[in-house]
């Protein structure tokens, strides 16, 4: 998943830059640019795809890294004595009625 994000994030810049300066290649050439201005694009454009880079490579270190953070925190908070909830909230408690007793919707009766 790493790898395949992040080539699909670094040849989508690229794509993007080559659009960018046959736009402006285009522009120069008709006079409505200047060739300083298409290079301080073209340098704003690298770093915004350094930029993206990183950032996408920081967001897959958080996506590969919240499992283990879950796991690392399950065995801390298991070891502790804290009870796991599984997500749930603590009050939910939905095979049970307030008697303690299971009903028998549960089971497809439909009746109680």
Same mark, same amino acid.
């Given at each position: 998943?790493?790898?395949?994000?992040?080539?699909?994030?670094? $040849?989508?810049?690229?794509?993007?830059?080559?659009?960018?300066?046959?736009?402006?290649?285009?522009?120069?050439?008709?006079?409505?640019?200047?060739?300083g201005g298409v290079v301080g694009t073209f340098t704003a454009m690298?770093?915004?795809?350094?930029?993206?880079?990183?950032?996408?490579?920081?967001?897959?270190?958080?996506? $590969?890294?919240?499992?283990?953070?879950?796991?690392?925190?399950?065995?801390?908070?298991?070891?502790?004595?804290?009870?796991?909830?599984?997500?749930?909230?603590?009050?939910?408690?939905?095979? $049970?009625?307030?008697?303690?007793?299971?009903?028998?919707?549960?089971?497809?009766?439909?009746?109680?």
């Amino acid at each position: 998943v790493r790898l395949m994000s992040m080539l699909a994030n670094k $040849e989508m810049m690229l794509v993007a830059q080559a659009a960018i300066m046959a736009i402006l290649g285009v522009e120069v050439m008709q006079g409505r640019m200047s060739s300083g201005g298409v290079v301080g694009t073209f340098t704003a454009m690298s770093h915004l795809t350094t930029a993206f880079e990183q950032f996408n490579g920081t967001w897959l270190n958080l996506v $590969e890294g919240f499992p283990s953070l879950l796991c690392i925190s399950y065995i801390f908070n298991h070891g502790n004595g804290f009870p796991h909830s599984g997500g749930l909230d603590s009050n939910f408690d939905d095979d $049970e009625d307030d008697d303690g007793s299971a009903s028998d919707e549960e089971f497809g009766n439909g009746t109680r």
